[in-house]
């Protein structure tokens, strides 16, 4: 491989600011995703199944987006071995 195609990986301490903004992310998610779960069991009237179904959507893309973050840091990050 030469100097030029060498893929700079993300630095220790970067990647770790990272992972722990990323498992906060989660957290904060999971309240969201667990709110719209309890709201699915509750009668609600066309309107208020309609917002809960695009926050369950939006929420739904949102961890989706935050996995593949954490994936990307995994094979990313100078310590990806560990």
Known sequence: MTEQTKVQLIPSTQALHLRQLSH????????????????????????GRQWRQMLDQGVQQATSINRQLRE???????????
Do not use: C, F, H, P
């Open 24 to 47: 906060d992310l989660s957290n904060a998610l999971e309240v969201i995703l667990q709110t719209s779960y309890l709201l699915g069991t509750i009668e609600l009237n066309d309107n």
């Open 72 to 82: 990307y840091l995994r094979s990313q990050s100078e310590n990806a071995g560990g």
